[in-house]
């Protein structure tokens, strides 16, 4: 294609399909773009398993994983399946691959059982050999190894068929173990129905098509799309702060040696000189020494205050016409 080649021209290249060839063993594919294509036929038709319909990234996969292990496009869809999020294949293609690879002795290969059957010590053993080694490789699965396993009685073919699912779960063992390159870490599909996982691969997922170069080209050269205008923001308004709780105002507290004046001890004084019947009061003042009463008793200190006041509270308590004897007189 010369760089005067148009844009046109190269996109109308791009939809051209090219031919998928055919021998007499089947399909050959060639290239990525007749892969996806064949896979995409396979996921329209019903020769797929039901978790490979309408799913053409699923198909494709197992196409490629097949090509790997050395099977052909339908054997590998038809075989290869999603168990636990994990690709498997089938317990008769696992082995059928390790005898395809030409390192698999024929002759030594046994599989048989031990034991009473179905009781705990039931075991299905398997015996396989690799060409140029010395030694064979056994491997051992019982009835207590499933149970262990929680698979023993499990519904589906763990019922229907336990001593079949007993000898591919020691024939798995057996051939990963021997054949590790062959079967490049691949399960079985009965030895990962006991997986566990909290993922399962299962749910479609939306395949996005690929855009052509001409399509391409047009996102670019379209202009941005207008970003949407913000909308104004109104600036936050300061808190306005508590007014604070003025404190009361108190009166201040005379001092020990302060004369009293004419402050509120000296009003309840005087409150209670007045409640002294009139006849008394000239005999209480003589008993205080107080002769000017107005007058001395602004001069008084708190505390001579405070022990008039009680002279004279008791005086007008007084009921007996004598005169009251005060607890301390100054």
Known sequence: MTDTTTETEITAAERVP????????????????????????????????????????DVMAAIQLGAELGLRPMAAVQNIAVINGRPSVWGDLQLAICQKSGLFEFDAHEEYYEGNEFDDKYTAVTVVKRVGSSKPVVSRYSVA???RAKLWNKPGTWTTNPGRMLKYRSR?????????DVLKGLYSREEMEGVERDTVIGTPVAVQPTKSRAEQLVDQLAPPAALPTPEPVEPAKPATPEPKAEAPEQEPVPKADEQIGEGELYQEINRAYMAIPEAKREGVRIQLGIGQFITACKAMTPIEANDTLIVLKDAGASDDGSNPQPESVR
């Not at 060839?21 to 797929?48: H, K, N, P, W």
């Not at 798995?172 to 590790?180: H, K, P, V, Y």
């Open 172 to 180: 798995a063992f057996a051939l990963r173990d021997a054949f590790a």
């Open 145 to 147: 190894d499933a149970k």
């Open 18 to 57: 090219t031919a998928i060839c055919s021998d007499r063993t089947g399909i050959q594919l060639q290239t990525f773009d007749e892969t996806l294509r064949y896979a995409g036929m396979l996921a329209q038709s019903q020769f797929v398993p039901k978790d490979m319909q309408g799913r053409t990234a």
